[in-house]
């Protein structure tokens, strides 16, 4: 069954305001990923956080971890046009030699000029 | 100077005809992966390669068999194709490592069964 479950489905902010995103999880992870998928493009990873890591940054980037409520939170702050994108939470089960990332659903977030 | 590329972007093809997607990375990573994302955007991951043994097998149809030739490349043959299996493959590309590494995706090969 699917790990991750993204909220919202859909966002559409006004250039400038933050966007937050939300992950929920049912099992126990090794860590959590986030990445982005442009239209029609692959994805991009953008961060990652392990288990025992509560709060991680990158640039305009802020992953927060609540592993009791088995839940994530991505934050873009000042967002961009070129924010405009599918966002993908994945979690790491952690097998052996190889990762088995299993990925929500995604959030649709439109940023309008 | 592409990190993983993928082979054709784009294929469409008639029901019960054979196809394959080839994928190749040059980031030197021991590990491989095949994706299947549908029409509701849902990634699944298919199989996993490490150093060119399958480490991970999901449910999938045994119409699907990958292939890892060296630890480079990783290509995808699909035998009598399906309408359901119109959807877009991605394969992504990892170096082993404790805690978690990200993974690095191809640009995906959108197959489109008639």
């Known amino acids: 069954s699917q790990q991750g479950e993204e909220d919202p489905q859909a966002l559409s902010i006004q250039e400038g305001e933050n966007a937050t995103m939300n992950c929920s999880y049912k099992t126990s992870i090794n860590n959590l990923q986030w990445y982005r998928q442009n239209s029609g493009r692959g994805l991009v990873h953008l961060i990652l956080i392990r288990s025992n890591e509560r709060e991680k940054h990158s640039g305009r980037l802020r992953v927060t971890l609540d592993t009791s409520k088995k839940s994530s939170s991505l934050l873009i702050t000042a967002s961009r046009a070129a924010d405009t994108a599918s966002y993908f939470c994945?979690?790491?089960?952690?097998?052996?030699?190889?990762?088995?990332?299993?990925f929500g659903q995604g959030t649709r977030l439109t940023i309008n000029p | 100077d592409t990190a993983v590329s993928q082979t054709p972007k784009y294929l469409v093809t008639q029901m019960g005809n054979d196809k394959s997607i080839k994928c190749e990375q040059n980031?030197?990573?021991?590990?491989m992966y095949w994706y299947k994302q549908d029409s509701k955007k849902f990634l699944k991951i298919m199989f996993s390669y490490n150093n060119k043994e399958l480490i991970i097998n999901e449910t999938v149809p045994n119409r699907f068999s990958p292939k890892s030739p060296d630890k480079a490349h990783l290509n995808l043959h699909i035998n009598s194709l399906e309408l359901g299996d119109s959807a877009v493959y991605f394969c992504?590309?990892?170096?082993?490592?404790?805690?978690?590494?990200?993974?690095?995706f191809g640009p995906g090969t959108r197959l489109t069964v008639l």
């Open positions: 980031l030197g990573h021991d590990t």
């Open positions: 992504a590309s990892s170096q082993p490592g404790t805690g978690g590494v990200e993974q690095f």
């Open positions: 994945a979690t790491d089960a952690g097998i052996q030699g190889a990762q088995k990332l299993v």
